[in-house]
């Protein structure tokens, strides 16, 4: 058996990886031919990928699609579906496609025209969600990511006024495509927030633009929120950075690649001291196991000696 190396920028979480190696090998585009059949399918699937649901929707649509992003997403076509099925789904014509996030219970319904570019960007603004938590896992989703991070830097991300503000970021990212939009809070990674200068002594919530590596920008006038009429507040944010009402800013530390390698870097790290440790164990083992050997062959050794002088003596002693 021959295997082919290739980098793994996963999750390393043991259900996780097992979702992910799953993907490798699905079919590119899975045929379903009934609402179980599409019960099954989501089921099976898990929640840490997006889910693309053709439904009347010819599998060579999606085919290259699902090819391209075979290892971010979940792609299937529905051949037979009822009327239940467009009330769960929340569509109402055929040819459609749904994106499914189940970890976040979001979902958006795209009904054409399906031609290569008009698909192709829904698909892949819908690989994240409408709104991004940010942790260990997701930033990695963020990669390969062309677009600019609209940041939002929260004090509690548990917080009620939190949610309030999450939900307004959302109302925000779909009148905003291009645009990534997504949060953090300095309570669950106060790490990733120091980068950009938020900690708990700054005004929060903060807003930036982050270009996803090691710049990012505030808009002028308006880098952190209030807590009244945010939804103004966001507008305003989105309209100053559009005109170039900004101001460039430098990440501390390193560039978020480098962050990105780091976290795998750390555990290599872990992984070769244990390595190590481990042959120094197995060789002190070893060289204990041989000391007791040596022992018995030298007394071995010193007993056959002492028998031949005391056999020496014996015939020395009768011959006088």
Known sequence: MHG?????????????????????????????????????????AGTFFPIYIGFGLNETVISNLAVKYKKKAWFSVAKDFSDDAMVLYDF???????????????????????????LGDFVKQNLLPLVVPLNHETLKLLKDEERKVVL??????DEDQSQNLIKLLKAAASA?????????GVEQWEDFADKFEANQKTKL????????????????????????????????????????RTERKTVKGPSFMDFIHSLVGIRTVYILVFIVAMMMLIQSIGKEDDM?????????????????????????????
Request: proline share 6%.
């Open 4 to 44: 082919v190396p290739m980098e793994y920028n996963g999750p390393r979480k043991a259900d996780l990886l097992v979702q992910y190696l799953k993907k490798f090998v699905a079919p590119d585009v899975s045929i379903l031919s009934s609402d179980s059949a599409i019960n099954d399918f989501v089921e099976a």
């Open 92 to 118: 109402d014509k055929v040819p459609s496609l749904v994106a499914l996030h189940p970890s976040y219970k979001q979902q958006s319904v795209f009904y054409g025209p399906f031609e290569d570019s008009f």
């Open 152 to 157: 939002t830097i929260l004090n509690d991300e």
């Open 176 to 184: 905003n495509p291009d645009l990534v939009f997504s949060y953090v």
């Open 205 to 244: 919530p903060k807003m930036i633009v982050w270009n996803g590596n090691e710049e990012y920008f505030s808009v002028i006038g308006v880098e952190s929120l209030d807590a009244e009429d945010q939804g103004t507040q966001i507008s305003r944010f989105l309209e100053g950075y559009r005109e170039g």
């Open 292 to 320: 007791p050997r040596v022992g018995s062959q030298d007394a071995v050794d010193h007993a056959g000696s002492s028998e031949a002088e005391s056999s020496r003596y014996g015939l020395e002693k009768k011959e006088d």
